[in-house]
């Protein structure tokens, strides 16, 4: 149980002792200023409102039951204002958490899919893929922490139209001696060479229609080509994801195609069941649940007239699929906020057809833009989408200058330098995106992410490495030091209070699926520590045994969340850059 569940309890069962119905909540929260103690219970107010009775008599109550309740554990306990309780702990209590963890939370742990990045293999992996590849990446990994059974779902575009024009493009040029991993070395250019092809001449053209059909029908021929492009294409990718860091590996890959033989029986079922029906040729679900302010039901189509399915069909199939054969708990959809309205209609269709039961959680996680400094879609110079592989060139470039910079007088080695900046670069343009809400656009820049100042990857990391060199100095082993925690000052107080928060935190994290509230955690977190080291030294002289020892647990418990936070996100540290 956190922290601050234990806190609720005792005020719960405080609240029990005066009278208060168990459906009031004892609202306890951090204090935002240490006059006002380390926490509040701010329930008594409404719990009055609900019994018509003087919130501040009634808050007098809970404090004397508190009182009883916390015995020993608070030193003050005291009625502000309207009817606030203003709780501080007794320092003992604080330090006492570090070595005995409070017990992890009984829950029930979860099978969680999540859906991410889930680029269109036809094209290079660009920087629209970023966010849905990093946010989607940091998320599983925090729900993996807490004990949930996490399946990695990377729903990649294989199937679309554009398949017939690029296999036969892929025919023309391995029948001319090339060899399919160098023709497909440059995705971006091969594209652009199929649709000049596609454009020019009619027969191609002709030639790439009738493919698309052959390959939906599985001619050998045209599959083998196809299965040849799409192996590389996912080899390409899974080298971006190890470069980024994010834990995507091939296995992850469950591509549209792999639905394409059960979307005759989706749309088969949902006409029979009088939930899709015929439209001028298609067929169509009219969801009344997403009906216009005129009233006319959202239309979904799910057959073109003519037959082919769609998107949304191969959706239905990947929901049936998670439900009946993953037997998911939670469905979580990292993809972009221009698709809300499809992923809508997909989640009321499936479950009005049964194919995902009442108790799964389905739930689309939007995202905006990443923009440049112009405030329009981040895009190249000229105009042209960005390469991910050119984004992170460019990232381990600046850092590696910055790096050497900072490093000018260091004894630190090539190699080790090399790996600082491989961190540091890729480390701040993922911090950059997960630390921004996530529902909002943001403005992409270098010079920011890059900064040792403020709320970037390199402070946190920094601030890790400066923990770090304090056990250098002191010749201790940071992994395996153990010490009282004995809290005297203020900024020690503040300091353990917040990390005695971190479980508190990640549990907010697994359930509103938000990184940036675990970069803000972690900032504070960093900035705690700084106030704390400045008042608190910990290898001066004159510091007693006792002092020394509680701090060095602190700076301790302070590198170690760290370390995990900042590996949650994704993101490595090092012990020295
Ligand atoms: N390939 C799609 C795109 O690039 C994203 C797929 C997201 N996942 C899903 N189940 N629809 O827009």
Known sequence: MSFKHQLELAVRRAMDSAEIPADCAPMVVRSNRP?????????????????????????????????EQLGERADKLEVAGPGFINITLNGAYIGAQFAAPAAATQRNAQTVVVDYSAPNLAKQMHVGHLRSTIIGDAIARVLMHR??????????????????????????????????????????????????????DPAFADKA?????????????????????????????????????????????????AYNDQLGDVVATLVN????????????????????????????????????????????????????????????????????????????????????????????????????????????????????????????????ALVAEKNRDSDIGADELAEIARKVGIGAVKYADLSKTRTNDYIFDWDSMLSFEGNTAPYLQYAYTRIVSIFRRAGLAIDSFAGAVAIELPQERALALHLLGFEELLEQVARDCYPHLLCNYLYELASLFMSFYEAAPILKEGVTAISKESRLALAMQSAKTLALGLELLGIDTMDRM
Request: charged share 25%; net charge negative.
């Open 209 to 257: 229609r009738a493919y698309v059909v052959k390959l939906q029908g599985g001619d050998s021929h045209c599959r083998q080509l196809w299965q040849q492009f799409i192996d590389i294409s996912i080899a390409h990718n899974v080298a971006l994801y190890r470069q980024l860091g994010v834990l995507l590996t091939a296995a992850d890959t469950m591509p549209e195609s």
């Open 35 to 67: 006059e006002f103690g380390d926490f509040q219970a701010n329930g008594a107010m409404a719990a009055a409102k609900q019994l018509k009775t003087n919130p501040r008599q009634l808050a007098e109550r809970i404090c004397q039951a508190l009182a």
């Open 273 to 400: 069941d009088g939930i899709a029906v015929e439209d001028a040729g298609a067929k169509v679900v009219f969801i009344d649940e997403l009906a216009d302010k005129n009233g006319n039901p959202s239309p979904m189509i799910i057959e073109k007239s003519g037959g082919g399915y769609l998107y949304a069909t191969t959706d239905l199939a990947a929901a049936r699929y998670r439900q009946q054969t993953l037997r998911a708990d939670r469905v979580l959809y990292f993809i972009d906020a221009r698709q809300s309205l499809h992923m809508k209609q997909v989640f009321a269709t499936a479950r009005r057809a049964g194919f995902v039961e009442p108790s799964m959680q389905l739930e689309h996680l939007p995202f905006g833009t990443m923009m440049g400094a112009d405030g329009k879609p981040f895009k190249t110079r000229s105009g042209g989408t960005v390469k991910l592989a050119d984004l992170l060139s460019e990232a381990i470039e600046r850092a590696t």
């Open 147 to 200: 004990g949930d059974t996490v399946i990695r779902q990377n729903h990649v575009g294989d199937w679309g139209t554009q398949f017939g024009m690029l296999i036969a493009e892929l025919e023309e040029q391995l029948g001319s001696g090339e060899r399919a991993e160098l023709a497909l070395a440059d995705l971006e250019q091969f594209y652009q060479a199929a649709k000049l092809h596609f454009d020019a």
